[in-house]
Structures are given as structure tokens and as C-alpha cells.
């Protein structure tokens, strides 16, 4: 066989990794019901795609190849342990059973595996802080230090929650199946914490060389639609016109060369104005529900930002008066500090600072690279330059995304200038 055939091959198996690998492991643990068979079952299938695509060409439909092949390595795992326990026979001939039944019949419906496996990564039985992390590893592929990221915590205290939670899920025999829509409701908050959290994740990335992962903030987009489409509740169609409207910057949010361009210094040109549309259109039909909550409020100051020409022409008034609302419905220190920016844009940098201080004085965000990035910012719109250096590298020490550290730097170098 050719080197070139070779190298195509593995180049398949490699890009088919990277954009199906969390949706075959989603159908595995559906198909083998544990979370540790599964996981060794895609190893293993990827590792026969290695060895066969080469050999035998990539298969027509790679993703239902990949969930056959790891199936199957899991179905001779099982009979190769039932000769010295015999409980697994029982179990690998259920497995092989159910594989000859439903070859040709898997459900792509609305309910697939991945929002199936969120649902039960987010079940009621385990501890809130639980599911999002488990559903951010397994659905999601996140490492756990870019969890711990998002949750503001210690990796080793992220691995104890994904570990006991799915302990829990074993002993507990939780189903792994979308539930009834009147249980869909009591998991909803859960569930769409979980799906921006992903999205947030691709939009701005935790860490790495790269500003953005694509791949996470359109899976994230692609479950809104699901949800919204199982479950219409006001606060799905915000979360997925945030994300729509969040999501329409990204061409715009880098350079080229892949460093970060604020906000308020973006070519506007480049949004993508069928995402801002659709955004808007979702935003609207959930702020005529009855009750609005968090992200649907979120969604209304996105639609602002979208609606305004440049930055000066944004209503930072309205921006103001929807973060009290949701300063009063989620009174939380990162709500705080983004209606501190946004109050530093309607009355000046020195209401910002004052209330970026106090925030500070609490003790809350003290570890939280944007807080320190913010006020560095409103102090050098103050011409307080050594507050703002100051400022600048307790963020950058805070920084582990390469293009946002490049940012600092360069805001330091033009301080020093």
C-alpha cells in the first residue's frame, strides 16, 4: 500500500476523532450502560480504525463503523472475563443479543445520544456541581483542567466529582434515556447551565493557543436546538439566542494572526448577520413570555450589543438597567462585575473602578483574570498607569490562553511606551 494512501488514511481516522469521537462514545455508553466499558470500547475502535482504514479504504459511514467495531471489541472483552467471572456472560450475551436487534434501526430522532447522555449526567440524584462537570468530560471531551477553569476550582477536586458521579449513576442504575417533559422541566436549569457552559468553553477558550473552539461552541448551538425543539421553554430559546448572537462575532473576534480584538474594536462588517437575525428573532419571542429569567435577560443585552452600529452607538443604558435586573434574579459577583463594565460605559471609567473595588474588597473574584483585566483597563482610560500595570499582570499571571496573553503583554508594552 502507498505511503500517500497511508497518510489519507490516518488523516481520516485522526479528523474523524476529532468531530465524532464525544458522539460515538455518547451511543457506546447508551449501547454497553457503563461509562468505563464504553470509554475502552472507542479506544478501542479508533485504534482498529488505525490498523484497518489504511488497509481496507474509510469506510462510507465512519461514525456507525467506529460504534459496530467498538460494540463488538467490548462484546469479546466481556467473553473473555466471563472465564474467570462468569457474571459477564450473562451480560456479553445481552450485548450481542441487542446488537443483531438494533444494527439497522438506531433512533436519529430529536432525542439523540448526546442530549440523552446529558440528561443523565444531569439527573437529580447526583450533586449539581457534579453533573455540569461530568457532562463537560463526557459529552464534551473537556479536560479537567479546563473544567476546573470553568469552575474556578482545583483539577483534583473536578476528577473526585466526575469519579463519584459516576459511581452514582452505576449503583444507582440511572436510565440513560431523554426523560418525560414534566421531568424535562425540573432538570432544565441543570442542563442548560451545562450546554453554555460548553458554548463559553468554544467561545473563549480556557487555555491553549487558540481564542476559540469552534467545535464545542457549535456542538453547544447544535443541543440548544434540540432542547428547543424537545422542550420550548423560554429560558432554551434564550440560552440558544445567546449563543447565536454571541456566536455571530466570532469572525470578527481575531486577528489573522489569531490575537484577540475587543469588542468595542471589532469590524462589525464581519458578523455574521443570518446568526445575529435568527438571534434577535429567538430573543424577542422569549422576552414575550411571562417570565423572564437569567438567559433570557442575557440574550436581551446580547441583542443590544448586535443591534448597535459601533460601540458608541450601543445603549449602555438599557445594558445597565437589564443587568440590575439580572443582578437581582442572579445575584452573582461575575453579574456584578459585567454591570460594572457596562456601568463604566454609560457614566465614565471611575464608577467602573469604584465598583470593581468593591467587588475586589469581597474577597469573591480575586482569582478571576477578566476582574483584574477590566479594571487595568478602566484605570488606563484614566491615564493611572501604574494602577493599570498593576492590574494588567495580576490578570496576565491569571492568563493560560496564549492570545489573550498576548494582549496583555502588548497592553503592558504600550503602558511602558
Not at 440523552?116 to 450533586?127: E, G, K, S, W
Request: glycine share 4%; charged share 30%.
Amino acid at each position: 500500500m502507498s505511503t500517500v494512501v497511508e497518510r489519507d488514511a490516518g488523516a481520516a481516522v485522526d479528523a474523524v476523532y476529532r468531530s465524532d469521537s464525544r458522539r460515538v462514545l455518547a451511543t457506546l455508553i447508551r449501547l454497553l450502560g457503563d461509562f468505563e466499558r464504553a470509554e475502552e470500547a472507542l479506544h478501542d475502535a479508533f485504534a482498529a480504525a488505525a490498523a484497518q482504514w489504511p488497509r481496507d479504504g474509510v469506510p462510507a459511514h465512519p461514525r456507525a463503523w467506529l460504534v459496530s467495531a467498538g460494540r463488538f471489541k467490548a462484546i469479546d472483552h466481556l467473553r473473555r472475563q466471563a472465564r474467570f467471572d462468569g457474571a459477564m456472560t450473562e451480560i456479553a450475551t445481552r450485548l450481542e443479543a441487542e446488537a443483531r436487534e438494533a444494527a439497522e434501526h438506531e433512533d436519529e430522532s430529536v432525542q439523540d445520544d448526546r442530549l440523552r447522555l446529558i440528561f443523565t449526567c444531569c439527573h437529580p440524584a447526583l450533586p449539581p456541581d457534579a453533573q455540569a462537570a461530568l457532562t463537560l468530560r463526557e459529552v464534551c471531551g473537556l479536560r479537567t483542567e479546563e473544567i476546573a477553569n470553568a469552575f474556578l476550582t482545583s483539577p483534583p477536586t473536578i476528577a473526585q466529582r466526575i469519579v463519584r458521579a459516576k459511581a452514582k449513576i452505576r449503583e444507582a442504575a440511572i436510565p440513560f434515556e431523554v426523560p418525560e417533559a414534566a421531568e424535562i422541566a425540573r432538570r432544565l436549569e441543570v442542563v442548560l447551565r451545562v450546554i453554555y457552559l460548553v458554548f463559553n468553553e468554544g467561545y473563549a477558550a480556557s487555555a491553549g493557543a487558540a481564542l476559540i473552539r469552534r467545535d464545542l461552541s457549535a456542538e453547544a448551538i447544535r443541543l440548544g436546538r434540540l432542547l428547543v425543539d424537545l422542550h420550548p421553554d423560554a429560558e432554551a430559546v434564550g440560552v440558544l439566542a445567546l449563543m447565536l448572537l454571541q456566536d455571530s462575532r466570532r469572525a470578527a473576534r481575531a486577528s489573522p494572526e489569531g490575537d484577540l480584538i475587543l469588542l468595542a474594536d471589532q469590524d462589525r462588517s464581519l458578523w455574521d448577520r443570518s446568526e445575529i437575525a435568527e438571534g434577535l428573532a429567538l430573543a424577542r419571542r422569549a422576552l414575550a413570555s411571562p417570565e423572564i429569567g437569567t438567559y433570557v435577560i442575557q440574550a436581551a443585552v446580547a441583542a443590544l450589543h448586535a443591534e448597535a452600529a459601533d460601540a458608541a452607538a450601543t445603549d449602555w443604558a438599557a445594558i445597565v438597567a437589564f443587568y440590575d435586573q439580572l443582578a437581582r434574579a442572579d445575584p452573582s459577583p461575575v453579574v456584578a462585575l459585567n454591570r460594572a463594565v457596562a456601568v463604566a460605559m454609560r457614566d465614565g471609567p471611575a464608577a467602573g473602578i469604584a465598583l470593581i473595588d468593591a467587588i475586589l474588597a469581597g474577597g469573591e473574584l480575586d482569582d478571576y483574570r477578566l476582574t483584574h483585566a477590566a479594571r487595568a483597563d478602566l484605570c488606563r482610560r484614566l491615564g493611572r498607569t501604574a494602577d493599570a500595570r498593576a492590574a494588567y499582570e495580576k490578570a496576565l499571571a491569571l492568563t493560560a490562553q496564549e492570545p489573550e496573553r498576548r494582549f496583555l503583554e502588548r497592553r503592558l508594552r504600550e503602558l511602558a511606551d
